[in-house]
């Protein structure tokens, strides 16, 4: 069974750039969420994919989005980068039903540290 | 609105000391809660859960035990490794959710 992946592990980038990271999620998982935990803090919730839909955001501007692809891995964006979004990016997958009862279980892969310059 | 309070770290303990990490929650239904270890430089790992008032879960020797009447989910481990130095997270979610509510994380560092 092949866990949670994301890349690039580090990434740097400067102020005004945009940004994006990738998530593969556990092989059975059709759901993505994706988490800033900035240093020193608990992860907070950016949003959520299934079905290659949003299926919950958080309190994130709309610079922040996302996409999800037909093998249930996924993207985030980050455009007009600010000195703030600096943090590492977590991803985790978990699984929804048919029925959208999502079992709440989410396996969370290594993350993403970016640093905005 | 929901959210979770661990208590403040950083926590240092001599190896074989008993461990207490408190965490209480604000939800407005009956949420699932988690503990979560984060060791330097890795993602999130689940290390025990419990899912309904009662409910103790248990992992490596930690234990916790879902306290509705005090809508805590304090971590506890006997006796502490070097090993088990690392950021504790609690967390809940709610049932057919999509997002946790994560603490802020208490860390810990146990001495030899």
């Known amino acids: 069974e092949t866990g949670v992946t994301q890349s690039p592990t580090h990434l740097i980038k400067t102020r005004g750039q945009q940004v994006t990271l990738r998530c593969s999620s556990q092989?059975?998982?059709?759901?993505v969420s994706w988490y800033q935990q900035a240093l020193g803090q608990g992860p907070q919730f950016i949003f959520q994919?299934?079905?290659?839909?949003?299926?919950g955001r958080g309190n994130f501007p709309p610079r922040f989005s996302g996409l999800q692809f037909p093998n249930y891995s996924s993207e985030l964006n980050v455009n007009a980068l600010e000195l703030d979004d600096s943090a590492l990016y977590l991803c985790a997958s978990s699984s929804t039903t048919s029925g959208g009862l999502a079992y709440n279980e989410q396996f969370f892969g290594p993350g993403t540290r970016l640093t905005v310059l | 609105g929901d959210s979770v309070t661990q208590m403040e770290g950083p926590v240092t303990l001599s190896e074989e000391a008993f461990l207490t990490i408190n965490c209480t929650y604000t939800a407005t239904g009956y949420p699932s809660l988690f503990w979560y270890v984060q060791y330097p430089g890795e993602g999130l790992q689940l290390l025990l859960k419990?899912?309904?008032?009662?409910d103790k879960g248990s992992n490596k020797g930690f234990e916790a035990t879902y306290r509705k009447e005090t809508t805590s989910f304090h971590l506890e481990k006997g006796s502490v490794q070097v090993s088990d130095s690392a950021v504790y997270f609690c967390a809940l979610i709610f049932l057919g959710g999509n997002q946790f509510y994560f603490g802020t994380g208490t860390s810990l560092t146990v001495i030899p």
């Open positions: 419990a899912t309904k008032a009662d």
């Open positions: 994919y299934y079905r290659e839909e949003e299926n």
């Open positions: 092989s059975g998982h059709n759901t």
